[in-house]
Every structure is written in structure tokens, then in C-alpha cells.
């Protein structure tokens, strides 16, 4: 029944009685008129206000944006937690390695927070929800300000950062034997570079496991990863070209493997990839910021919906109250 006006039904000439009523309001017996009424009722209704078609891209894209960045983010998760489970038995048995100290660790913890965060964006922005974005924006802009200040503490503090990777490379060399992965990585930069040890190839004394007084076949030798060629016969890999290395002469060891140590070949090799590592630091940011900018902008748009909705309603609720 329309609000703004009453019809007024008088069937054979009767006059239709009026009910008292709280308000202004005046309610009549039903009529084939309520129906016409209940129409332009519906008419006056405002209609719910819609994101434009640029917006819906928007929303789509920082969908789609944040589910590669889920789907990234919990692939890494999966290879950290299998590397840990692989270390570390669920059937008895002890660790190889200790949780704290093992390299799987990070890229479970980056491979959650960015899975947490990158299923936030992707729910915000399917479901429109404000909290959502909002937690997502904040998660984005503390990851991006503790990427450039750790950048900028990086260059201020370039030569600590070599002393630091030299101490690094020596808690490989003691734990070569120790853990899969520190020795995977020792190896690759071995081979890589071409050189052995930290400062030479003697470094390989102080592994228990490599100096000269102690058991085993590895007593007195370095890993094959020094060896100028690893390879017998040309194809086959030759897992025992460094035994007895440091027991020969310093000529002999020389054209057996690289004497020199990785401690300068990585410093220079850095130094070498400054450009690249730039490069992929600003492109990280860049994403980064696509990803807030996509994520801003659907917040905005909701916000403007809601916004409008609340300004409809109240003209609606008080043109009821004026009548």
C-alpha cells in the first residue's frame, strides 16, 4: 500500500470508516487498488547501488593476483615442511638436525606468511570484505618497509655483511657432514666458483670428519666439489678425487683441486650481481606495490557502495518519517 497517499473506496455509496491509528497513517479495507499501490511503492524503493565495470576488473584482478601469490606461498610451505620431515622422522629416531637451526625453517615461515596474506587478499577481495583488505594492506606495507630498510642496512653496512657470510660459510664447512642441505649448498658454491674452503682449501682441516687424525676414508681429503675434474673418465662422477688432498704438497693439491678459498670468490661474485640483486629487489617491491595499489582500490570501491547505501537509507527512513 503506498505511504504518500490514500485511496479512498466506497462500494454501492457507503462511506468507508476510517481507523484510528498512532500515526498519519490511514489503513483501508482491502482493495483491488492495494495491489497498483504496492507497485509504485516498489518504484520509489532506491535501487542498490553497483560497482562499475572497471571496478568489477579490479576486484577480479586482485583475485586472481593474490591466488598466484596463495598458490607460491603455500608451495613453499609444502617443500619447507617436507624438507623438515624429511630431517626429522615421525617414527622415532632423532633429528639429523636441530628445528631451530635448520634452513627448511625459512622457507616454512615464508611460505606461511605469505600464503596467510595472500589468502587474505583473496577472500577481501571475493567477499568484499574491509577487514580483510585492510589486514591485507597493512601485512603488505610492513613486508615492504622491512624489505627497504633491511636493503638500506645492507649497504650501510656492506662490509659486515661479508664478515657475516664468511661466518656463515665457515658453520658450513664444520657442518658439512651434518646437515643434507648445508652440504648441497657448499657444494654448489664449490663448484660454481671453482674454489675450495673458506680462505683455501687447508679450511677442510677443521671438519672433523676431513682433518688428518681422524677415521674413515675422508681423513686427510676435502669433497669432490673441489676437484678440478670430478669426473672420471669424462662422465662419470668421481666421489673420491679430493682423498688424501691435504696430505700432499702444496703443488700436488694445486692441480688436483682449486686451492683457492670461496671466501673471496663470493665476495667478488656478489659484488659481480649487485645489479641483478637490485633489480629483483625493486621488482619484488614493484609486485608488492600492484598488489597493495589493486587491493587500495577495491577497498575504496566498497566503502563508496557502503557509503551510498547508508545516504539511501537514511533519505528513504526519513521521508517515511515525514509523512
Known amino acids: 500500500m503506498a505511504l504518500s497517499r490514500v485511496r479512498l473506496f466506497q462500494p454501492h455509496g457507503e462511506g468507508t470508516r476510517l481507523l484510528p491509528q498512532t500515526s498519519r497513517l490511514v489503513e483501508l479495507p482491502y482493495s483491488s487498488f492495494d495491489d497498483d499501490d504496492d507497485d509504485d511503492t516498489a518504484e520509489q524503493d532506491p535501487d542498490p547501488p553497483k560497482l562499475s565495470p572497471f571496478s568489477r ?21 609444502a617443500v619447507g615442511v617436507w624438507g623438515l620431515l624429511a630431517k626429522s622422522p615421525l617414527l622415532g629416531g632423532e633429528p639429523e638436525v636441530p628445528l631451530d637451526s635448520d634452513p ?45 630498510l633491511g636493503g638500506l642496512l645492507l649497504l650501510l653496512a656492506w662490509r659486515r655483511l661479508r664478515d657475516a657470510l664468511r661466518d656463515l660459510l665457515l658453520l658450513c664447512l664444520l657442518r658439512y657432514q651434518d646437515d643434507p642441505d648445508l652440504q648441497f649448498l657448499v657444494d654448489e658454491v664449490q663448484r660454481s666458483l671453482q674454489c675450495c674452503g673458506l680462505e683455501s682449501y687447508r679450511d677442510w682441516e677443521s671438519n672433523p670428519y676431513f682433518n688428518c687424525s681422524a677415521p674413515g676414508a675422508r681423513a686427510c681429503g676435502v669433497p669432490a666439489s673441489c676437484c678440478r675434474d670430478p ?73 563508496a557502495v557502503r557509503a551510498r ?15
Open 57 to 77: 576488473c579490479v576486484r577480479c584482478l586482485a583475485f586472481l593476483w593474490n591466488l598466484l601469490f596463495l598458490l607460491l606461498g603455500l608451495l613453499t610451505l
Open 231 to 303: 669426473l672420471q673418465a669424462g662422465s662419470v662422477p668421481n666421489a673420491q678425487c679430493g682423498f688424501g688432498v691435504l696430505g700432499l704438497g702444496a703443488a700436488a693439491a694445486g692441480a688436483a683441486v682449486h686451492a683457492g678459498g670461496c671466501g673471496a670468490a663470493l665476495g667478488a661474485w656478489l659484488r659481480a650481481q649487485a645489479g641483478a640483486i637490485a633489480a629483483g629487489a625493486a621488482a619484488l617491491v614493484l609486485v608488492e606495490a600492484v598488489g597493495a595499489l589493486l587491493a587500495l582500490r577495491v577497498l575504496g570501491d566498497v566503502e
Open 309 to 323: 547505501v547508508g545516504r539511501g537509507a537514511s533519505t528513504y527512513g526519513a521521508a517515511l518519517r515525514g509523512q
Open 104 to 148: 627448511m625453517l625459512l622457507f616454512v615461515l615464508v611460505g606461511l606468511g605469505a600464503s596467510t596474506v595472500s589468502l587474505a587478499g583473496c577472500l577481501g577481495a571475493f567477499r568484499a570484505s574491509p577487514c580483510l583488505l585492510r589486514f591485507f594492506l597493512g601485512a603488505v606495507l610492513a613486508f615492504g618497509g622491512l624489505e627497504v
